[in-house]
T-cell receptor, first 118, second 111 residues
Framework: GAVVSQHPSWVICKSGTSVKIECRSLDFQATTMFWYRQFPKQSLMLMATSNEGSKATYEQGVEKDKFLINHASLTLSTLTVTSAHPEDSSFYIC??????????????FGPGTRLTVL | DAKTTQPNSMESNEEEPVHLPCNHSTISGTDYIHWYRQLPSQGPEYVIH?????VNNRMASLAIAEDRKSSTLILHRATLRDAAVYYC????????????WGAGTKLIIKP
């Protein structure tokens, strides 16, 4: 149980275009979803935290108008990279937490999406 | 969240036990110790977590020092598929379940 999927697994786009990445919790309802970015040979960097039905909380230095997050349901969150540029090329990873009753589980991660902006 | 310190890399032979250390001297009483691992080009995978007592699951064991200022992840019999970056993370109760990621330990398994 506790499987998180991401789509697409990789995407190549032209500079200036927008790209949408989907994150789904397949077998549980995710109260909170997280979006991370990871550059080569570096650790994960938290971009934003989102709770279903409310606005995402962005980390310092992350532009909310550039990285649009929508968490419309308990099983789906989307990250849209608007007007992408080569410096946005990175590995984007989502995660989700599961709550059962009053107990909240650990984070379960998606397989990641490799974005390359030409 | 308190900070953790891990060695940058470790090597081990296949089918031998591996002990991955983590120091967290500023841990607070309510911080949980979480371990994740990340295989190349994949999302992180939960390994184990604990608070005070040692923990075992099908993947690994977690040994927590009595003063909780350090912990050790134990892989009982490493395989080539265990080659990954292992992250030791502290998560507090009031952290909105965020995980603050350090650099981790790159585990190299030699056949």
């Amino acid at each position: 149980g506790a499987v998180v999927s991401q789509h697409p697994s990789w995407v190549i786009c032209k500079s200036g275009t927008s790209v949408k990445i989907e994150c789904r919790s397949l077998d549980f309802q995710a109260t909170t979803m997280f979006w991370y970015r990871q550059f080569p040979k570096q650790s994960l960097m938290l971009m934003a935290t989102s709770n279903e039905g409310s606005k995402a909380t962005y980390e310092q230095g992350v532009e909310k108008d550039k990285f649009l997050i929508n968490h419309a349901s308990l099983t789906l969150s989307t990250l849209t990279v608007t007007s992408a540029h080569p410096e946005d090329s990175s590995f984007y990873i989502c995660s989700a937490t599961r709550t059962t009753g009053t107990k909240t589980d650990t984070q379960y991660f998606g397989p990641g999406t490799r974005l390359t902006v030409l | 969240d308190a900070k953790t310190t891990q060695p940058n890399s470790m090597e081990s032979n296949e089918e031998e036990p591996v002990h991955l250390p983590c120091n967290h001297s500023t841990i607070s009483g309510t911080d949980y110790i979480h371990w994740y691992r990340q295989l190349p080009s994949q999302g992180p995978e939960y390994v184990i977590h604990g608070l005070t007592s040692n923990v075992n699951n099908r993947m690994a064991s977690l040994a927590i020092a009595e003063d909780r200022k350090s912990s050790t992840l134990i892989l009982h019999r490493a395989t080539l598929r265990d080659a990954a970056v292992y992250y030791c993370i502290l998560r507090g109760l009031d952290s909105n379940y965020q995980l603050i990621w350090g650099a981790g330990t790159k585990l190299i398994i030699k056949p």
